[in-house]
T-cell receptor
Framework: SQQGEEDPQALSIQEGENATMNCSYKTSINNLQWYRQNSGRGLVHLILIRSNEREKHSGRLRVTLDTSKKSSSLLITASRAADTASYFCATDGSGNTPLVFGKGTRLSVIA | DAGVIQSPRHEVTEMGQEVTLRCKPISGHNSLFWYRQTMMRGLELLIYFNNNVPIDDSGMPEDRFSAKMPNASFSTLKIQPSEPRDSAVYFC????????????FGEGSWLTVV
């Protein structure tokens, strides 16, 4: 069964706007990761946030984690057309288990 | 670093034929994963290996699917016989260890069974 569920399923914004994607999960985790997938390509790791962290930044990416609500958000600021892709959250559970991915959010950034 | 290498990138085969997908993980990575991606079901973990040993194959959909890892630099996923519902993108990925580390994906093998 899938651990993470992203919301919304699809998001369309204008270039320069911010894009926010959310992820909810069900069980305790050690960390949560966000990945990006361009059309026809494999997934690429973006950022990892540990369960004892609340916020993390990487360039134009900002990730928050609320373990009490079992949710995370990914914010992409000042979006560009090149940010068009699907974005997935992945969780590892509290044991030494492999990552389980959600179904992703399809982001379209219109120039 | 060449990353995770998968072959073939695209395959079209007839129902009933055997399909073999190949993967070379990143050197030094101890864990290897096979995922399947479809529109309906998203990204599903089929099986994973630690130090070449299969750890959990509960995601393998049927006995028609099998996977091997004869050495640290090579793995195969075999479907025999193939069916149209097996059409999907199959990803191989590797990481340093199985739990919670960054996973590095290959570009995928796009399988169409007609």
């Amino acid at each position: 069964s899938q651990q993470g569920e992203e919301d919304p399923q699809a998001l369309s914004i204008q270039e320069g706007e911010n894009a926010t994607m959310n992820c909810s999960y069900k069980t305790s985790i050690n960390n949560l990761q966000w990945y990006r997938q361009n059309s026809g390509r494999g997934l690429v790791h973006l950022i990892l946030i540990r369960s004892n962290e609340r916020e993390k930044h990487s360039g134009r990416l900002r990730v928050t984690l609320d373990t009490s609500k079992k949710s995370s958000s990914l914010l992409i600021t000042a979006s560009r057309a090149a940010d068009t892709a699907s974005y997935f959250c992945a969780t590892d559970g509290s044991g030494n288990t492999p990552l389980v991915f959600g179904k992703g959010t399809r982001l379209s950034v219109i120039a | 670093d060449a990353g995770v290498i998968q072959s073939p990138r695209h395959e079209v085969t007839e129902m009933g034929q055997e399909v073999t997908l190949r993967c070379k993980p990143i050197s030094g990575h101890n864990s290897l994963f096979w995922y399947r991606q479809t529109m309906m079901r998203g990204l599903e973990l089929l099986i994973y290996f630690n130090n070449n040993v299969p750890i959990d194959d509960s995601g393998m959909p049927e006995d028609r699917f099998s996977a091997k890892m004869p050495n640290a630099s090579f793995s195969t996923l075999k479907i025999q016989p193939s069916e149209p519902r097996d059409s999907a993108v199959y990803f191989c990925a590797s990481s340093l260890t199985q739990g919670g580390n960054t996973i590095y994906f290959g570009e995928g093998s796009w399988l169409t069974v007609v």
